[in-house]
């Protein structure tokens, strides 16, 4: 975040013209090398530009130049001598009106770089109306740019929005197209801070595309776009983005290039590509290197080559800079236990198990922030102590290292942050499950594999996530429920399930993740993708994830008997109820069981005593909305009759449709009042933002967007919550935390359950069955079964609807059975 908003105000620019054809000649040449970002040879010039009016310092031509001198001193951060230069006074006179305005904006400028965001917005209101007033139009799109920098940093995002907003139209009426690359430049990076990475994606490839805009600031729209895509977790798009913006750097300044070099390296390695991203760090630490000003780069750079020979075993390599890393790090600096735990690791591999728990315990010893390499040295511990048979000591030291994880999660403010969080530390659960699966403690793997999941859902629901809820809660919910709950853990050297039912626990072992997820794709294909019966044929990859995953269990469960699955990983993506069962009589799973989802089984330890359906006057209808312009939601054509059913479920629902059905009217009629909510609409998925999901509403005065982060952070109590739309269970699944989308969100927000669905739809037989669905609410149905009477329904009467593509797309997710 901080290079890119220094590349941001990098672009901030000179204005105004010199007076004599010499100096005229000299300031616009320094000016354009200083937009480009060659600030070496804009200070030569500037210099020369200094020399060329030093008989009239206190003329016009002077000042000029000396402002413009300021301006390098600011994106330098050499604050002293642009304080220096900012103390002095200007002389009077009109001609000098453009320079007082731009004074006033370099003072705003300086007070930003101070982190004085406050005093800077007064300074630049200042410096605005100097600029109207000498009819300096640059120095006004200048003020913008920070003043809409300053407003949204201090969260004023209506402000700053309207400011950024006012220069990009200006300035594109303007033609001006150096000014319209900084304001779209600008309100990108605003809304990636309000977390609308798809909407700062609008603005940055905009300012990307823009044609009469120098190299330099095209690399700076690319670089923040690649930041974008890298925080929506679109790698491939990042590095297609940092790889133009490294090329476009190459030719500038050498701090730009070698940090672009670097950020495209790290970017490889935590993607697993280690080569690649090795390369890239060897290239930018060979720039880094010998300049002092980048030695703190360096050493970044060096560390970061040490872990990734390590993850490689290439341990001479690893030792030999782990070795350069040391020799560059500041005296005293936090940043030594990266590489006192590299050295540890170096150890290990090398077989020197003493000189590497010495050095585990000295990294444990030094006071730092970030929680991984703490995390990595317990790990390591751990590791030490199951090679010398200390079973005990290596499940605490598992223990210390994930507290320390959990511990940091929970006090992310973002919840996008806390999802993607423990991405980094799966390895350390599934490292720690298998050892207790190696020692058969089946029960406190079973506990551990549950404690990293839906945390961050868990919060919102009130289940304390600090400690790990004891198996025999599960048990407790098992026999209260009647129903058999299993959970499933995938990793990279074998998987594990457990079935919990009433008398007790069981444990099965499964194929790695490698041999499950790619069933699961073609299995998704077959059905979703070809539309294919797979119960008219044996041999598909369903019948080989039955065997799998099911089969283990079958013989625990009655018929019809509620089940439970807590899926992981690619699994969340698979409704278990499509899988083919062979037997006597070929048919699909959902004919032996009532089946629900659920994101952990310690939220349904901590879910309250079931309650009674709210009543028909608690329930909230909309949907059949009136069409957006936009080609990718065309009309649902039986929409409006499935407004009318589920309405007429519910003879005193409040119904919101047509042009009335606007996010707006959602959040007016005040959902936490109603114990049903029903949506029949299109939805957005978004697979690289989950919380960017939306239903696709009515437009109102902002949009016709209903965003899954609003959803979430809003509250509910509802009994049951349908969204009748395309992918609204989710598009991406987060290690431990599951699949993350609008059935996530609405969890979240408290509702008990929500029926979702897992791909695209098809709207006449969504339809149908959600007219069953709510028939059988009507009736009394518990809702579990009224979706799986509904499924039935569809599978029972033949045809084309028979085939899962139809009804399987729905599943039923529960916070309580």
Same mark, same amino acid.
């Given at each position: 975040?901080?290079?890119?908003?220094?590349?941001?105000?990098?672009?901030?620019?000179?204005?105004?013209?010199?007076?004599?054809?010499?100096?005229?000649?000299?300031?616009?040449?320094?000016?354009?090398?200083?937009?480009?970002?060659?600030?070496?040879?804009?200070?030569?010039l500037t210099m020369q530009g200094i020399d060329l009016t030093s008989s009239n310092p206190s003329s016009v031509d002077a000042w000029r130049f000396r402002l413009l001198s300021t301006e390098i001193h600011l994106v330098l951060r050499e604050k002293d001598e642009a304080r220096s230069i900012l103390r002095e006074s200007l002389p009077d006179g009109a001609s000098f009106a453009p320079l007082r305005a731009k004074k006033q904006c370099l003072e705003g400028q300086l007070q930003i770089v101070e982190g004085q965001l406050g005093p800077a917005i007064g300074t630049l209101n200042a410096a605005e109306r100097l600029a109207h007033e000498a009819g300096a139009t640059d120095v006004f799109f200048d003020v913008l740019a920070l003043r809409g920098q300053a407003e949204v940093r201090l969260g004023h995002w209506d402000d700053g929005r309207?400011?950024?907003?006012?220069?990009?139209?200006?300035?594109?009426?303007?033609?001006?197209?150096?000014?319209?690359?900084?304001? @779209?430049?600008? /309100? $990108?990076?605003? *809304?990636?801070?309000?977390?609308?990475?798809? !909407?700062?994606?609008? %603005? +940055?490839?905009? #300012?990307?595309?823009?044609?009469?805009?120098?190299?330099?600031?095209?690399?700076?729209?690319?670089?923040?776009?690649?930041?974008?895509?890298?925080?929506?977790?679109?790698?491939?798009?990042?590095?297609?983005?940092?790889?133009?913006?490294?090329?476009?750097?190459?030719?500038?300044?050498?701090?730009?290039?070698?940090?672009? @070099?670097?950020? /495209? $390296?790290?970017? *490889?390695?935590?993607?697993?590509?280690?080569? !690649?991203?090795?390369? %890239? +760090?060897?290239? #930018?630490?060979?720039?880094?290197?010998?300049?002092?000003?980048?030695?703190?780069?360096?050493?970044?750079?060096?560390?970061?080559?040490?872990?990734?020979?390590?993850?490689?075993?290439?341990?001479?390599?690893?030792?030999?800079?782990?070795?350069?890393?040391?020799?560059?790090?500041?005296?005293?600096?936090?940043?030594?236990?990266?590489?006192?735990?590299?050295?540890?690791?170096?150890?290990?591999?090398?077989?020197?198990?003493?000189?590497?728990?010495?050095?585990?315990?000295?990294?444990?010893?030094?006071?730092?922030?970030?929680?991984?390499?703490?995390?990595?040295?317990?790990?390591?511990?751990?590791?030490?102590?199951?090679?010398?048979?200390?079973?005990?000591?290596?499940?605490?030291?598992?223990?210390?290292?994930?507290?320390?994880?959990?511990?940091?999660?929970?006090?992310?403010?973002?919840?996008?942050?806390?999802?993607?969080?423990?991405?980094?530390?799966?390895?350390?659960?599934?490292?720690?499950?298998?050892?207790?699966?190696?020692?058969?403690?089946?029960?406190?793997?079973?506990?551990?594999?549950?404690?990293?999941?839906?945390?961050?859902?868990?919060?919102?629901?009130?289940?304390?996530?600090?400690?790990?809820?004891?198996?025999?809660?599960?048990?407790?919910?098992?026999?209260?429920?009647?129903?058999?709950?299993?959970?499933?853990?995938?990793?990279?050297?074998?998987?594990?399930?457990?079935?919990?039912?009433?008398?007790?626990?069981?444990?099965?072992?499964?194929?790695r993740a490698s041999e499950i997820v790619p069933l699961v794709r073609d299995y998704q294909q077959m059905i979703v993708a070809s539309s294919a019966d797979p119960i008219a044929s044996k041999g598909t990859p369903g019948d080989a994830l039955y065997s799998m995953l099911v089969a283990p269990f079958a013989r625990l469960l009655g018929p019809g008997a509620p089940v439970v699955i807590v899926p992981d990983a690619a699994l969340s993506q698979l409704n278990f109820e499509t899988l083919p069962v062979d037997g006597p009589r070929r048919h699909y799973w959902i004919e032996d069981v009532k089946m629900m989802v659920a994101p952990s089984l310690g939220i349904l330890a901590a879910a309250p005593a079931p309650r009674a359906a709210a009543g028909p006057q608690q329930a909230l209808v909309i949907g059949d909305p009136a069409t957006p312009?936009?080609?990718?939601?065309?009309?649902?054509?039986?929409?409006?009759?499935?407004?009318?059913?589920?309405?007429?479920?519910?003879?005193?629902?409040?119904?919101?449709?047509?042009?009335?059905?606007?996010?707006?009217?959602?959040?007016?009629?005040?959902?936490?009042?109603?114990?049903?909510?029903?949506?029949?609409?299109?939805?957005?998925?978004?697979?690289?933002?989950?919380?960017?999901?939306?239903?696709?509403?009515?437009?109102?005065?902002?949009?016709?967007?209903?965003?899954?982060?609003?959803?979430?952070?809003?509250?509910?109590?509802?009994?049951?919550?349908?969204?009748?739309?395309?992918?609204?269970?989710?598009?991406?699944?987060?290690?431990?935390?599951?699949?993350?989308?609008?059935?996530?969100?609405?969890?979240?927000?408290?509702?008990?359950?929500?029926?979702?669905?897992?791909?695209?739809?098809?709207?006449?037989?969504?339809?149908?069955?959600?007219?069953?669905?709510?028939?059988?609410?009507?009736?009394?149905?518990?809702?579990?079964?009224?979706?799986?009477?509904?499924?039935?329904?569809?599978?029972?009467?033949?045809?084309?609807?028979?085939?899962?593509?139809?009804?399987?797309?729905?599943?039923?997710?529960?916070?309580?059975?």
């Amino acid at each position: 975040m901080r290079r890119a908003a220094l590349a941001a105000l990098l672009l901030l620019g000179a204005c105004q013209r010199a007076s004599t054809p010499d100096a005229n000649r000299l300031f616009e040449a320094a000016t354009d090398q200083f937009r480009h970002g060659e600030l070496a040879e804009a200070r030569k010039l500037t210099m020369q530009g200094i020399d060329l009016t030093s008989s009239n310092p206190s003329s016009v031509d002077a000042w000029r130049f000396r402002l413009l001198s300021t301006e390098i001193h600011l994106v330098l951060r050499e604050k002293d001598e642009a304080r220096s230069i900012l103390r002095e006074s200007l002389p009077d006179g009109a001609s000098f009106a453009p320079l007082r305005a731009k004074k006033q904006c370099l003072e705003g400028q300086l007070q930003i770089v101070e982190g004085q965001l406050g005093p800077a917005i007064g300074t630049l209101n200042a410096a605005e109306r100097l600029a109207h007033e000498a009819g300096a139009t640059d120095v006004f799109f200048d003020v913008l740019a920070l003043r809409g920098q300053a407003e949204v940093r201090l969260g004023h995002w209506d402000d700053g929005r309207t400011s950024l907003s006012t220069l990009i139209d200006q300035a594109g009426h303007r033609a001006d197209d150096y000014h319209l690359a900084l304001g @779209l430049i600008n /309100l $990108g990076r605003a *809304y990636v801070g309000l977390d609308r990475h798809d !909407q700062a994606l609008t %603005y +940055l490839k905009t #300012a990307v595309d823009l044609t009469h805009v120098t190299m330099r600031i095209r690399s700076v729209a690319l670089y923040n776009a690649g930041i974008c895509y890298t925080r929506l977790g679109d790698f491939d798009r990042a590095l297609t983005m940092q790889q133009q913006a490294a090329q476009a750097s190459e030719p500038g300044p050498k701090v730009f290039f070698e940090q672009a @070099l670097g950020e /495209l $390296g790290t970017t *490889y390695l935590y993607k697993g590509e280690l080569q !690649q991203g090795t390369k %890239y +760090l060897e290239r #930018a630490l060979g720039v880094a290197i010998g300049d002092p000003s980048m030695r703190r780069d360096a050493q970044l750079w060096a560390n970061y080559l040490a872990w990734a020979y390590i993850q490689q075993g290439a341990w001479d390599d690893a030792e030999r800079l782990s070795r350069q890393s040391r020799s560059l790090r500041e005296p005293d600096s936090a940043d030594v236990i990266y590489d006192t735990v590299n050295d540890a690791a170096i150890a290990q591999g090398r077989g020197r198990l003493n000189d590497a728990a010495k050095l585990y315990g000295s990294a444990l010893a030094v006071r730092a922030t970030d929680p991984f390499p703490i995390a990595d040295a317990y790990v390591g511990l751990a590791r030490l102590d199951l090679a010398k048979g200390r079973t005990a000591q290596a499940a605490a030291h598992f223990e210390s290292a994930l507290e320390v994880i959990e511990r940091t999660q929970s006090t992310l403010i973002k919840t996008d942050y806390q999802l993607t969080y423990l991405t980094r530390g799966a390895g350390l659960y599934s490292e720690y499950i298998d050892t207790l699966v190696g020692q058969r403690q089946f029960d406190r793997a079973l506990e551990i594999a549950d404690s990293s999941r839906a945390r961050v859902l868990g919060e919102r629901q009130g289940v304390e996530n600090r400690g790990r809820t004891p198996a025999r809660e599960f048990q407790r919910v098992a026999r209260q429920s009647g129903s058999t709950l299993i959970l499933y853990s995938l990793g990279p050297k074998q998987s594990n399930a457990w079935a919990v039912t009433a008398t007790g626990i069981e444990h099965a072992s499964l194929p790695r993740a490698s041999e499950i997820v790619p069933l699961v794709r073609d299995y998704q294909q077959m059905i979703v993708a070809s539309s294919a019966d797979p119960i008219a044929s044996k041999g598909t990859p369903g019948d080989a994830l039955y065997s799998m995953l099911v089969a283990p269990f079958a013989r625990l469960l009655g018929p019809g008997a509620p089940v439970v699955i807590v899926p992981d990983a690619a699994l969340s993506q698979l409704n278990f109820e499509t899988l083919p069962v062979d037997g006597p009589r070929r048919h699909y799973w959902i004919e032996d069981v009532k089946m629900m989802v659920a994101p952990s089984l310690g939220i349904l330890a901590a879910a309250p005593a079931p309650r009674a359906a709210a009543g028909p006057q608690q329930a909230l209808v909309i949907g059949d909305p009136a069409t957006p312009d936009d080609p990718h939601f065309p009309p649902l054509r039986y929409a409006a009759a499935e407004v009318s059913a589920v309405a007429a479920a519910f003879p005193n629902a409040t119904v919101r449709r047509g042009a009335s059905a606007t996010p707006q009217a959602f959040r007016d009629a005040h959902p936490e009042r109603f114990g049903f909510i029903h949506f029949t609409a299109h939805a957005s998925a978004n697979k690289e933002s989950p919380l960017d999901s939306a239903v696709i509403l009515s437009p109102d005065a902002n949009g016709y967007k209903l965003y899954a982060r609003d959803v979430a952070e809003g509250r509910l109590d509802a009994h049951l919550v349908t969204i009748s739309a395309c992918r609204t269970a989710g598009d991406r699944a987060y290690s431990g935390e599951g699949l993350v989308g609008f059935a996530w969100a609405f969890l979240r927000a408290g509702a008990r359950r929500v029926l979702a669905g897992l791909w695209d739809v098809d709207d006449r037989s969504t339809s149908e069955l959600m007219t069953q669905v709510y028939a059988g609410l009507a009736r009394g149905d518990t809702p579990a079964s009224a979706v799986r009477s509904a499924k039935l329904t569809l599978l029972a009467g033949g045809g084309v609807t028979a085939k899962p593509y139809y009804w399987g797309p729905f599943e039923l997710i529960v916070a309580t059975p």
